[in-house]
């Protein structure tokens, strides 16, 4: 594929899968809250959500009780927006406070979705499946990531899903902070029903989609 192609591809992926209503408001909101790195993470998980509601929908496996997308995508990019400063210590359980500070609200439905990335914190359990692809695909950016930091070229773009698979599987030392258990739990047939393989793929390849964003990868 030429990268006149690529470009074009990576450029209508932003303007229609990131144009939902106030994103860039929510967007500022974040950057300026946040660390950097806890940043990019954001974005890594609004894009892991944005793939991960594609392929159900594609499939036919979303119900129509599941949130819309835009949903999905603002969850995943806010969902750690109290993670700073005196809000830090009572994550996830600030996010109302601080999208207050800047005249910012979100619905339930949203909110709910935040909840369940962190159920011990927050009493909140994965119900539907927005809530499940935020709780299995949290710590997995971490770790993907970290796979692509330590390919000579360092760029996400190269990184090959049998990379990933294999730290993730047979290095449980490699990104120690990656919930595994958590991850795996993908498969469950009550919750998102995608293979493990499968879902590790959505997000490495909605990460790429990102790249540029997430950073210097
Ligand atoms: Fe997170």
New binding site residues.
Partial sequence: MSNVKIFYQNFCYHIFMFNYPNRQKYLEAVKSQLEPN?FK??LA?EACMGGIYDYLATSNQLTSNEPKKDDWLLAGLI??ID?SGEFKPFHPNKTLEVLGKYGLTISETVHNIIKA?APEKTGFYPKNKAQWAIFCA??L?GLIVAVALVYPSKKLADVKLSSVLKRFLKEPKFAAGTRREDVKKCSLPEGLNIPLEKFIEICLEAMKEVAEEIGSY
């Fill in positions: 806890i993470h954001s998980l969902h750690d993670y990335h949290d710590s950016t």
